[in-house]
C-alpha cells in the first residue's frame, strides 16, 4: 500500500538497469541526498559534527570497503585497523610532503597506496579460508601497527611518534586542522561517501561483483565456471583496501588530527568495523550504513540518556551501556540473523502488503 | 658451555612455558569450537569474569555493590569473610555451570543451524555484555588473586645450573619462574583428563560423536543442548584455569581479557579443531617468538612478539591451510 | 544518583532530544575525562575520585570559589580518544574553563581544538612535553613536571646514590611502546651523552601481560638500574617479573604513572623498595584531609565509591583539582570578576604561582613543589620527587626532597620540538612580555 513496485514501467534498458529501478526508491534517495546536502549542512554544529555525523560517514566508508571484501567476496578479515593506519599514514606523509596539494587528491591517492598494501596482504588468502584467512589479516594488523611505531621516518621523526595533521584547504576552505568549519568537513566527507557508495553499488552490481558473489558462494564452483579466482579476490582486496585507506585517511586528518597508531587503529578498530557489517548485514550496501549508524549512534545516544538524561554515575552508565550494546547485538541476531539490512527488506514487505496480511 | 649457548636453551625452556600459558586460554576455543562450531570470542572475557567471581567470592565482596550503593544510597562493601581458595574455586566453578546454562538458554538455542560467521558475531555480543556485567557486578579496580601457587624464581634450577657456563664467565644460572612450570602442570593435568573424559565417559563420547557429526548424533538420541550446556561449563572451567594463572601474574583486571589475543595464533597454527593441536600450536608459538625477539629483535628494534606469533602461524598455514592438526578441509562442489 | 527508579520512565521520553546537551548556568564548570571503565580503569577511577572530590570540597566548605560554585562535569573516555572527541565537544558548549584530559592520545587530539576554541588544557605530567613553550601553545599547560623532567630526575636520582659519577653503569628503559612509553628516550640519549653511562632500550609492546623476554634479558645484561615508562597491566607484571629474577627493586625506578598501590601490590612483599617518580606528595597527614573526610566523605558525596581516599592517584588527582582552584582564584583576581570565561582562565593560569603560603592556607603544606608559571614557560621549572614503597607498611613514602631537572638539556629538546610543530602548522610564536 505505502510501497509498490506495481506500476512502475520501464520502456528502456537503461530505465531498467538503473541504480534505483523504483520510482519510490529513487525519489527517497534523492529526498535524502537532498537533506544530506543542502539542509544538514546548515544546522550543523560541532558537537553534531565531530561526535556523530563525522565519525559516522567515515566509518561508514571503511565498512563498505569491508563490506566489499566480506560480505560480498567471503573473505574475512580483522586487518582493517592496520589497513586504515596505511591511508592515515600515506595521507600524513603526503599532506607534510605537498603542502600544496588538494585535500581530495591526497586522500584518493592513500586510498591507492592502501590498495597497493592490501594486494600484498591479500595473497594468503588464495590458500587460506574462513576463519583461517581472519586470524591470518590479524598477522598484517599488529605488524603495520608495529611498523608505524617503530619506523621513524613514517612519523617525520618527531619526538613523540605521534602524527598530526596540519591545516590543508580545499577550494579556499579548510578541511582540515582545528579551524575547520564543521559544514566544511562533513560536506566533505558527505562527497566522498556518496561516491565511493554509488561505485560500491554499481561495482556489486555489475560482472566484477557477481564474480565475487560467485567466489563467496563456492570458490571451487565458480573456479569451474571460469572465475578466476586469482584475479577475483585480489580485486577484492584491491578495492576494499582503497576503500578502508580513504576512511583510514579521513579518519586521521579530518575526523581526529591526530592520531597515535597502536591506540586509534588497533584491533579494536578492526573489530568494530567487522560489528558494524556483520550487524548492518553482510553482502549489502545499505547494511553498512545501517550498522556504522548502529555502532556510532547507539553508544552516544545510550550514554546522553543515562547521563545527561537521567544523571547516573558515568561508571555504571558505561558498564550499562556495555551491557545493553552486548544485549541488543545478541536479540537483533536471534530476532534477525542477516542483519539490520533484512530487517529493512522484512518491512518493505510488510509496507508493500499492509493492510492485506496475503 | 658457552653463555650464549646456555643463554639459548633458557630462552627456549621459557619460550615452552609462555607457551603453555598461551595453550590454557586456546584450549578453551577449542573445546566449544568442536562442539558447536562456534569461534567463542567471549573466551578471553570468560577468564576475566571467572577470575573476578574468585577473588570476589573468596574475599566476600557483594556483588553489584556500587550500583545497589548508587541506588539505594547505602554504603555496603563486603561480607568481611575469607574463604578457602579451593572452595572458592568451587563456587566459581558452580557459577560458570550456571553461566553455561543460561548462555544456551537465552542465545545458542535460537541461534540453532545459522552460519558460523552469525554464530561469531553472537559470542561478541556475549563479550560486550559480560564485560559490562562483569565490572558491574565486582567492580573495575585491580584484585589481588591469591590461591597459594608459588612465583618466581627457581633458586634449586639457578644452583644447579650455575656451573654450567665456563670458568670466569658471567653466568648466573638458568632462570626458570615456578609459577610457569606449575602452569605446565594444570595444563597437563588438565588436557589429560580432558582426553580421558572424552575417551572414557559416556558423555564424551556423546561430545566426541557431536563434534563428527551434529545430525547424526541428534539421530541416535544425544541430546545437543544438554552437550552444549556441558562443553559450555568445561570451557567455563578451562577460562578459570586460565584466569588463575594469569591473574596471578598481573592481578585481576580488564586487561586479563586480552590474553585471548595471545591464543589466536595459537590456535590457527594448532587447528581449532584439536586439543594437542592447541598445546603444541602454543609451545611452537612460545619458542618462536621468544626466540625470535632473542635473535633478530635487537636488531629491528624489539617488541616484535605480537606480530610475529601471527606471522610464524601464516607461515604455517601456507603449507597446511588447515592448521597442524586440524581436520583436513575436503571441497566439494 | 538515587534518581534511578524514578527515572526509566524518562528513557522512554528520550530519543534523539537527548543528543543535545543541557543548556549552561552560570558556574565553574570543570569537565572531567575521566576513564572509570576498560583496561586502565584501575588507574582512572582514583585520579577522577580526587578531582571530583576536591571540587566538591570547595563548594561545600568554602561555597564554591569567589562565591562560584564548581561544578565537575564527568565523562567517560575509556581512555578511548574517539570517545574524547566525543566527551570534549558535548562539555565545551556548557562553558567549561579548563579541560584535564588525562591520556596522552587525548591531548594531542585536544591540543589544537582546544586552542581554537579559546579553552585551556592542564595536561599534568603527561600530553605533549614541548607544550611546556608558551609562545608555541598558547593554551596548554604541563606544570609542574613532564616527562623529560620526570627522565631526568631519575637519572638525577641514580647520580645522587653513585656520588654524581655512573661513568661507564648501565641503565635500562623498560617503556610501553607507544608515543608515551618513548618520550624520555631522546632526554635519556642525551643524558647518557652527558654523563657517561649506558642506555639499554627494552620496548614492551601493548598491553604487556607477557615481559619474559625483555626479563629475561635484563637478567643477562644486569643493568645497575632500570628506569621504567609503564602504563595498565605492564606495571604490575613488570614488577611482578623484576621480583622473580630478584632485580634489586631499590634499583628499579618507574615513572609517575607507574608508582600507584595498585602496581606494586599484586606483588606482595617482593614489590618492597620499588622506587617512583612523583611530583606531589603521598599519604593522608594533610589537614585538607580531614576537612574532606568532614565535608564530603562523611558527608556522603564522595565521588565514586569513596574508597580511593589518600591512595597516590587519588591524590594526584586531589592536586589536580587543587592547582585548577588556585588558578582560578587568580583569574578572578586579575580580571576582578567571580564569573569567569575559559580565556581569562587561561590567564589566571599562565600567571599562576604556587607558594608555600597558598598551599598552607589549602590544608596542604609542601604537597607539592613551589613554583611560578610565565607566558613563554607553561611547564613551570620542572621539580620532582622520588617515592619508595614500603610492603609491610603498605605504603608509599617521599625519600627525597622536590628537587630540579637538568633543564640545560631539557629546554634545548623543548624547543627544538615545539618549533618543529610551530614549522609544520604554520604557527607564529608569540611574543612574551
Redesign the interface.
Known amino acids: 500500500m505505502f510501497y509498490r513496485q506495481a506500476g512502475d514501467f520501464k520502456t528502456t534498458y537503461r530505465g531498467d538497469i538503473q541504480t534505483f529501478p523504483l520510482r519510490q526508491d529513487r525519489i527517497a534517495y534523492y529526498l535524502m541526498l537532498a537533506f544530506a546536502f543542502l539542509v544538514v549542512p546548515f544546522v550543523i554544529n560541532d558537537y553534531w559534527a565531530s561526535a556523530v555525523l563525522i565519525p559516522f560517514l567515515i566509518l561508514a566508508i571503511a565498512s563498505l570497503g569491508l563490506n566489499i571484501l566480506t560480505g560480498y567476496c567471503g573473505l574475512?578479515s580483522l586487518g582493517t585497523g592496520g589497513f586504515m593506519a596505511v591511508g592515515a599514514y600515506a595521507c600524513y606523509k603526503l599532506m607534510t610532503a605537498f603542502p600544496d596539494l588538494n585535500m581530495m587528491i591526497v586522500v584518493l591517492l592513500a586510498g591507492f597506496i592502501t590498495a597497493a598494501v592490501g594486494l600484498l596482504f591479500g595473497i594468503?588468502s588464495l590458500?587460506?579460508?574462513?576463519?583461517?584467512l581472519a586470524?591470518?589479516t590479524?598477522?598484517a594488523?599488529?605488524?603495520l601497527?608495529?611498523l608505524f611505531n617503530?619506523v621513524p621516518w613514517f612519523y617525520n621523526y618527531s619526538a613523540s611518534g605521534q602524527i598530526n595533521a596540519p591545516e590543508r584547504t580545499m577550494l579556499g576552505f579548510e578541511v582540515t586542522g582545528a579551524n575547520a568549519e564543521p559544514a566544511v568537513s562533513y560536506l566533505f566527507c558527505l562527497t566522498i561517501l556518496t561516491v565511493l557508495a554509488l561505485i560500491a553499488r554499481n561495482l556489486t552490481r555489475g560482472r566484477i561483483g557477481r564474480s565475487w558473489m560467485a567466489i563467496r558462494d563456492?570458490d571451487?564452483?565458480a573456479e569451474?565456471i571460469g572465475v578466476n579466482p586469482l584475479k577475483t579476490k585480489l580485486s577484492a582486496f584491491a578495492v576494499s583496501s582503497f576503500y578502508i585507506g580513504v576512511a583510514g585517511a579521513l579518519f586521521f586528518s579530518v575526523y581526529l588530527g591526530a592520531v597515535e597508531v597502536g591506540e586509534v587503529f588497533g584491533?579494536n578498530q578492526s573489530?568494530l568495523i567487522l560489528?558494524m557489517i556483520?550487524?548492518g548485514g553482510?553482502g549489502s550496501i545499505f547494511g553498512s550504513f545501517a550498522g556504522a549508524a548502529f555502532m556510532v549512534l547507539m553508544p552516544v545516544l545510550l550514554k546522553n540518556i543515562m547521563v545527561g538524561g537521567l544523571g547516573?554515575?558515568t561508571?555504571?552508565a558505561?558498564?550499562?551501556?556495555?551491557?545493553?550494546?552486548?544485549?541488543?547485538?545478541?536479540i537483533f541476531?536471534?530476532v534477525e540473523?542477516h542483519g539490520l539490512a533484512q530487517l529493512w527488506r522484512v518491512a518493505k514487505e510488510k509496507l508493500l502488503l499492509w493492510p492485506f496480511p496475503h | 658451555m658457552s653463555p650464549q649457548f646456555l643463554?639459548t636453551i633458557?630462552?627456549m625452556l621459557?619460550?615452552l612455558?609462555?607457551g603453555v600459558?598461551y595453550s590454557l586460554v586456546a584450549l578453551g576455543f577449542v573445546l566449544i569450537f568442536k562442539a558447536s562450531g562456534i569461534?567463542n570470542y567471549a573466551q578471553g572475557v570468560m577468564a576475566l569474569f571467572a577470575a573476578m567471581t574468585l577473588v570476589g567470592i573468596q574475599n566476600g565482596q557483594v556483588p553489584f555493590?556500587?550500583?545497589v550503593?548508587?541506588?539505594?544510597?547505602t554504603?555496603i562493601?563486603g561480607f568481611g569473610w575469607n574463604l578457602p581458595a579451593l572452595f572458592a574455586i568451587i563456587l566459581t566453578l558452580g557459577v560458570m555451570i550456571l553461566f553455561a546454562i543460561l548462555v544456551e538458554r537465552?542465545?545458542l538455542k535460537?541461534?540453532v543451524n545459522?552460519?558460523?560467521?552469525?554464530l561469531?558475531?553472537?559470542t561478541?555480543?556475549?563479550?560486550?555484555?559480560?564485560?559490562?556485567?562483569g565490572?558491574?557486578m565486582w567492580?573495575?579496580?585491580?584484585k589481588?588473586?591469591d590461591v597459594g601457587i608459588p612465583?618466581?624464581?627457581s633458586l634449586w634450577l639457578e644452583d644447579k645450573t650455575i656451573g654450567w657456563a665456563a670458568e670466569g664467565s658471567?653466568y648466573?644460572g638458568m632462570?626458570i619462574?615456578k609459577l610457569d612450570i606449575v602452569a605446565t602442570l594444570v595444563a597437563l593435568l588438565l588436557v589429560i583428563t580432558l582426553t580421558l573424559f572424552s575417551q572414557y565417559t559416556k558423555t564424551g563420547r556423546a561430545l566426541r560423536a557431536v563434534a563428527d557429526d551434529h545430525q547424526a548424533a541428534l539421530s541416535v538420541g544425544i541430546s545437543l543442548r544438554r552437550i552444549w550446556v556441558i562443553v559450555w561449563a568445561i570451557s567455563g572451567f578451562v577460562a578459570l584455569v586460565a584466569g588463575i594463572m594469569?591473574g596471578a601474574?598481573?592481578?585481576v583486571?580488564?586487561?586479563?581479557s586480552?590474553?585471548a589475543?595471545?591464543a589466536?595464533?595459537v590456535?590457527?597454527l594448532g587447528g581449532?579443531t584439536s586439543i594437542p593441536g592447541a598445546i603444541i600450536g602454543g609451545l611452537i608459538i612460545g619458542v618462536g617468538?621468544?626466540l625470535f625477539?632473542?635473535t633478530i629483535?635487537p636488531l629491528?628494534?624489539?617488541?616484535?612478539?605480537?606480530?610475529f606469533a601471527?606471522?610464524l602461524?601464516?607461515l604455517f598455514?601456507?603449507f597446511r591451510?588447515?592448521?597442524l592438526f586440524g581436520e583436513k578441509?575436503i571441497?566439494r562442489? | 544518583?538515587?534518581k534511578?527508579?524514578a527515572t526509566l520512565l524518562a528513557i522512554a521520553v528520550g530519543g534523539a532530544g537527548v543528543l543535545m546537551s543541557a543548556p549552561a548556568t552560570a558556574d565553574l564548570v570543570f569537565p572531567s575525562l575521566s576513564y572509570?571503565?576498560?583496561?586502565y580503569?584501575?588507574n582512572g577511577?582514583p585520579y577522577a575520585d580526587g578531582y571530583a572530590d576536591y571540587m566538591t570540597l570547595v563548594n561545600e566548605r568554602d561555597g564554591g570559589v569567589g562565591g562560584v560554585k564548581a561544578r565537575i562535569l564527568e565523562c567517560e573516555t575509556g581512555y578511548n580518544t574517539q570517545k574524547g572527541v566525543e566527551c570534549y565537544e558535548s562539555t565545551k558548549g556548557e562553558g567549561a574553563l579548563v579541560y584535564h584530559p588525562l591520556s596522552t592520545g587525548i591531548t594531542y587530539q585536544l591540543i589544537p581544538k582546544a586552542t581554537a576554541d579559546g579553552i585551556p588544557i592542564h595536561s599534568m605530567g603527561y600530553g605533549r612535553t614541548s607544550a611546556a613553550n608558551g609562545t608555541v601553545f598558547s593554551h596548554i599547560f604541563n606544570y609542574p613536571a613532564n616527562y623529560w623532567n620526570g627522565a631526568s630526575h631519575a637519572v638525577n636520582h641514580i647520580l645522587s646514590e653513585n656520588d654524581g659519577d655512573i661513568k661507564g653503569k648501565k641503565i635500562a628503559l623498560v617503556y610501553h611502546?607507544s608515543a608515551y612509553g618513548k618520550e624520555p628516550i631522546r632526554t635519556l640519549e642525551e643524558l647518557s651523552a652527558k654523563h657517561g653511562y649506558d642506555l639499554t632500550?627494552?620496548?614492551?609492546?601493548?598491553?604487556g601481560?607477557?615481559q619474559?623476554?625483555q626479563w629475561?634479558?635484563i637478567?643477562?645484561e644486569?643493568p645497575d638500574y632500570v628506569v621504567m615508562w609503564g602504563w595498565?597491566?605492564m606495571n604490575?607484571?613488570a614488577i611482578?617479573e623484576a621480583?622473580?629474577?630478584?632485580f634489586p627493586m631499590e634499583n628499579f625506578i618507574g615513572v609517575w604513572w607507574s608508582g600507584s598501590e595498585?602496581d606494586v601490590?599484586?606483588a606482595?612483599a617482593?614489590a618492597n623498595g620499588y622506587k617512583a617518580l612523583t611530583f606531589h606528595q603521598v599519604g593522608t597527614e594533610y589537614a585538607v584531609f580531614e576537612d574532606l573526610k568532614k565535608y564530603v566523605v562523611d558527608a556522603?558525596k564522595a565521588a565514586g565509591?569513596g574508597?580511593q581516599v589518600g591512595t597516590v592517584l587519588y591524590n594526584r588527582g586531589l592536586y589536580a583539582g587543587f592547582l585548577t582552584v588556585e588558578a582560578v582564584k587568580k583569574a578572578q583576581e586579575i580580571h576582578g570578576t567571580a564569573d569567569i570565561t575559559s580565556e581569562m582562565m587561561r590567564d589566571g593560569m599562565e600567571a599562576l604561582e604556587i607558594t608555600s603560603d597558598i598551599m598552607a592556607s589549602a590544608g596542604m603544606s609542601a604537597f607539592g613543589p613551589e613554583f611560578n608559571v610565565s607566558c613563554d614557560n607553561h611547564g613551570g621549572p620542572g621539580l620532582g620527587a622520588v617515592q619508595q614503597w614500603d610492603a609491610n607498611a603498605g605504603t608509599w613514602k617521599l625519600i627525597s626532597e622536590f628537587e630540579p631537572s637538568d633543564m640545560d638539556v631539557i629546554s634545548a629538546l623543548i624547543t627544538e620540538d615545539s618549533d618543529a610543530f610551530a614549522g609544520e602548522n604554520n604557527i607564529e610564536a608569540r611574543k612574551c612580555g
Open positions: 574475512v594468503p590458500r587460506i579460508k574462513g576463519f583461517y586470524v591470518a590479524l598477522a594488523q599488529f605488524f601497527v608495529w617503530k563456492m571451487i564452483a569451474i584491533i573489530f560489528f556483520i550487524i553482510l547516573w554515575p561508571d555504571i558505561a558498564h550499562i551501556e556495555f551491557m545493553v550494546v552486548g544485549g541488543l547485538i545478541v541476531l536471534i540473523p | 643463554y633458557e630462552v621459557n619460550g612455558m609462555a600459558m569461534f555493590a556500587h550500583l550503593n548508587a541506588v539505594f544510597g554504603n562493601h537465552l542465545i535460537h541461534l545459522q552460519e558460523p560467521i552469525i561469531f558475531m553472537a561478541i555480543g556475549l563479550a560486550f555484555f559480560m564485560e559490562g556485567f565490572d558491574l567492580g573495575s579496580d585491580i589481588v588473586l612465583s618466581g624464581g658471567n648466573y632462570y619462574d594469569w601474574k598481573s592481578g583486571q580488564f586487561s586479563l586480552l590474553i589475543l595471545k589466536l595464533p590456535l590457527i581449532f617468538e621468544k625477539e632473542f629483535g629491528i628494534g624489539g617488541a616484535t612478539e605480537n606480530w601471527y606471522v602461524a601464516l598455514l601456507v591451510p588447515q592448521g578441509i571441497e562442489v | 544518583m538515587k534511578l527508579k572509570r571503565t576498560g583496561p580503569a584501575v577511577i611502546n632500550l627494552i620496548p614492551v609492546d601493548h598491553p601481560q607477557e619474559k623476554s629475561l634479558q637478567r643477562r644486569r595498565g597491566v604490575q607484571v611482578q621480583a622473580n629474577i630478584r595498585n601490590i599484586p606482595g617482593k556522603g565509591n574508597d
